[in-house]
């Protein structure tokens, strides 16, 4: 079955583990994003792991030199499962990551091309190279975006068996039943707003994975 992870991209401490906490029933993962962490600190990384004993992702999509990759992924890794970043500043740069991942037993996932409408000007014309290179790297995981159901088919086809990490669900608009025809069960969607911003997070999150559950 393909696995929901929740973005959990709000502000507010108290908010974020109360959404933890009603939604850990039905979410597999949850991704943290820069929003969460700059508002609180990192250390919010390994209370929400705590608090749901969920596979925790630190969405920062790295992208810098391998020598600042290295210290960002050590950093982050001390608590988290697992961390999301760029291909496009090269082989170097992700093996950084990877070296740190592997001492650590933690997961590195690549970005090929992202959810929003902006990602097709300049990410969708090398997302194939990019996902050639995580496939050469054996990265632990690709994200490819369920809003362009074609690119997201194309992209695993390239990958093979690297698990795809899919935003787009929801608020984006993304397309659950077309996504769910091209992922499988290794794969995971994301969701965010639509399961935080909704008036029982609990009860969004549940209908999503009674969706993943019937296959839609």
Same mark, same amino acid.
């Given at each position: 079955?393909?696995?929901?992870?929740?973005?959990?991209?709000?502000?507010?401490?108290?908010?974020?583990?109360?959404?933890?906490?009603?939604?850990?029933?039905?979410?597999?993962?949850?991704?943290?994003?820069?929003?969460?962490?700059?508002?609180?600190?990192?250390?919010?990384?390994?209370?929400?792991?705590?608090?749901?004993?969920?596979?925790?992702?630190?969405?920062?999509?790295?992208?810098?030199?391998?020598?600042?990759?290295?210290?960002?992924?050590?950093?982050?890794?001390?608590?988290?499962?697992? +961390?999301?970043?760029?291909?496009?500043?090269?082989?170097?740069? *992700?093996?950084?990551? @990877?070296? !740190? /991942?592997? =001492?650590?037993? %933690?997961?590195? +996932?690549?970005?090929?091309?992202?959810?929003?409408?902006?990602? *097709?000007?300049?990410? @969708?014309? !090398? /997302?194939? =190279?990019?996902? %050639?290179?995580?496939?050469?790297?054996?990265?632990?995981?690709?994200?490819?975006?369920?809003?362009?159901?074609?690119?997201?088919?194309?992209?695993?086809?390239?990958?093979?068996?690297?698990?795809?990490?899919?935003?787009?669900?929801?608020?984006?608009?993304?397309?659950?039943?077309?996504?769910?025809?091209?992922?499988?069960?290794?794969?995971?969607?994301?969701?965010?707003?639509?399961?935080?911003?909704?008036?029982?997070?609990?009860?969004?999150?549940?209908?999503?994975?009674?969706?993943?559950?019937?296959?839609?």
């Amino acid at each position: 079955m393909v696995k929901l992870m929740l973005a959990l991209d709000v502000m507010d401490k108290n908010k974020a583990l109360e959404i933890v906490k009603e939604t850990s029933e039905y979410i597999d993962a949850i991704k943290i994003g820069y929003p969460l962490v700059l508002a609180t600190d990192l250390k919010i990384v390994k209370e929400i792991k705590e608090l749901s004993n969920k596979e925790i992702i630190c969405d920062f999509k790295v992208a810098d030199i391998p020598s600042t990759n290295e210290k960002i992924a050590k950093l982050t890794l001390q608590y988290a499962d697992g +961390i999301i970043c760029h291909g496009f500043v090269g082989e170097d740069s *992700v093996k950084a990551i @990877q070296n !740190i /991942a592997k =001492e650590n037993n %933690k997961k590195v +996932i690549m970005v090929t091309e992202m959810s929003h409408p902006g990602a *097709v000007m300049f990410m @969708q014309p !090398i /997302a194939n =190279e990019l996902a %050639k290179l995580a496939k050469k790297l054996g990265v632990d995981g690709v994200v490819a975006p369920s809003t362009r159901p074609e690119r997201l088919k194309e992209i695993k086809e390239i990958v093979g068996e690297i698990s795809i990490i899919s935003p787009g669900i929801g608020a984006q608009g993304g397309d659950l039943e077309k996504v769910l025809r091209i992922l499988s069960n290794d794969d995971y969607i994301i969701v965010g707003r639509s399961i935080y911003n909704s008036e029982s997070p609990k009860e969004s999150a549940k209908m999503y994975k009674e969706k993943l559950k019937n296959n839609f």
